[in-house]
């Protein structure tokens, strides 16, 4: 015997019998309730579709061989008193967002969307506890803004009448409980940057970020290619494998200089080669992260569908990063025409360390974190850290018509 709440998704009747599509126990399941079997046949059929019910019966096939319930026990829980969505023209992205709960009930692939997404988040949790990370809430709110040439999204707190920010990264207390003896560490949380708005930028989104004690990439490396062997896996939508077409995933490496000859024929690219061949994208003002950022965004990503490494980009892009033998230990990894991920071993040397974040200061005219300071003062061993756009990774589900970050959003706020 089977039992338990259900929600109707579609109905249709014939002169004995009742067909209800049900979401049950998070699958869309048939239910036949036939004449004579069920108390309450007469009522059923006037049921409106997205109504709550509670169902009992048993497994069978249809006549058609559908697997279905042939119920002895249907009763009406919570009318639904609203009309769902027409199913020829359903609801648009704008509206799923403000409603999302009617897009969930209305709309399978939007249900199997957000499904996949708990479970990449999942995936990822699983991964890092196999490989010894530890896992920390470190906290939204913060007095010192990190997020270097971001702007932030500011809050005031009414017991002190202090003004505080919307965490964008969680590098700085991460890299505390590094200092504090942990050697695995990472959190998912939401971040926040007040910046524009188009298809790969959102004001809130879900980032993991994680670090460990050494200075090489290659185990992160062996993470990313782990991650999409295991979404592949659990892909029931199939898009995936329009990004990645194999399960022995190896993600593919170039360098910054190979991607950009590559994806618009520039060697060696610089600023000032950058305005020449495309002025329109860059200018001679243009702050170094901002310039490579865009030559990662802009030009690298569309051109790589696979899974794709950059490596040995500009130091520009992070100031912070170690340099060995004039090489960048820093990555970043593109797929689908998006940028996911950017890795990188960090410089914990103070005496290198200092003079870069005293060009930052003039540079952006915004004063050195005093915190970030004093914890290169307190001492770091090596340390490499991975960032992973939680809601790019998910981007990757979406069909291409629909891969656009607020699609990956369960509840936009604008």
């Not at 019998?17 to 126990?25: K, Q």
Request: with cysteine.
């Amino acid at each position: 015997m089977i039992s338990g709440y259900a929600r109707i998704i579609s109905k249709r009747k014939m002169s004995k019998s009742l067909f209800f599509d049900v979401r049950f126990e998070e699958n869309i399941i048939q239910c036949i309730a036939e004449k004579g079997c069920v108390e309450n046949f007469s009522f059923l059929k006037s049921l409106s579709i997205g109504s709550v019910i509670f169902i009992e019966g048993n497994h069978c096939d249809s006549a058609t061989g559908t697997p279905s319930i042939q119920l002895s026990l249907c009763k009406l829980i919570s009318p639904c008193h609203i009309s769902m969505p027409d199913k020829s023209h359903g609801m648009t992205d704008m509206l799923r967002g403000k409603n999302r709960a009617l897009d969930l009930i209305s709309n399978d692939n939007s249900y199997q969307f957000f499904s996949l997404l708990s479970e990449a988040i999942r995936t990822i949790r699983n991964l890092l506890s196999q490989a010894g990370f530890n896992e920390f809430p470190t906290g939204l709110l913060q007095s010192n803004f990190g997020g270097g040439l971001a702007s932030a999204f500011v809050t005031k707190c009414n017991a002190n009448g202090r003004q505080y920010a919307l965490s964008l990264t969680s590098e700085l207390k991460l890299k505390k409980l590094i200092a504090g003896g942990f050697n695995r560490v990472y959190e998912i949380t939401q971040s926040f940057r007040n910046e524009g708005i188009d298809g790969e930028h959102f004001p809130e989104f879900t980032a993991l970020e994680a670090y460990l004690v050494g200075d090489s990439l290659d185990q992160l490396y062996q993470f990313l290619e782990e991650i999409f062997r295991k979404l592949l896996a659990t892909d029931t939508s199939g898009t995936l494998r329009n990004v990645v077409d194999s399960d022995n995933v190896q993600l593919n490496h170039l360098t910054f200089v190979e991607a950009m000859d590559i994806a618009c024929s520039v060697r060696n690219p610089t600023l000032s080669s950058l305005v020449s061949s495309n002025s329109e994208l860059f200018d001679e003002e243009m702050h170094g992260f901002t310039w490579v950022y865009k030559c990662i965004t802009k030009i690298i990503a569309p051109h790589f569908i696979v899974p794709t490494l950059i490596s040995e980009v500009p130091h520009e892009f992070n100031p912070f990063c170690k340099i060995v033998e004039n090489s960048t230990q820093q990555s970043v990894l593109v797929a689908g025409g998006l940028h996911i991920a950017t890795l990188s071993v960090d410089e914990h040397d103070l005496e290198k360390v200092l003079p870069q974040l005293t060009n930052q200061a003039e540079e952006t005219g915004i004063s050195i974190n005093q915190e970030l300071l004093e914890l290169y003062k307190i001492g770091l061993p090596p340390i490499t850290g991975i960032g992973v756009g939680i809601n790019r990774l998910a981007m990757l589900f979406l069909p291409l018509e629909k891969r656009r970050i607020r699609n990956s959003i369960l509840f936009p706020f604008v």
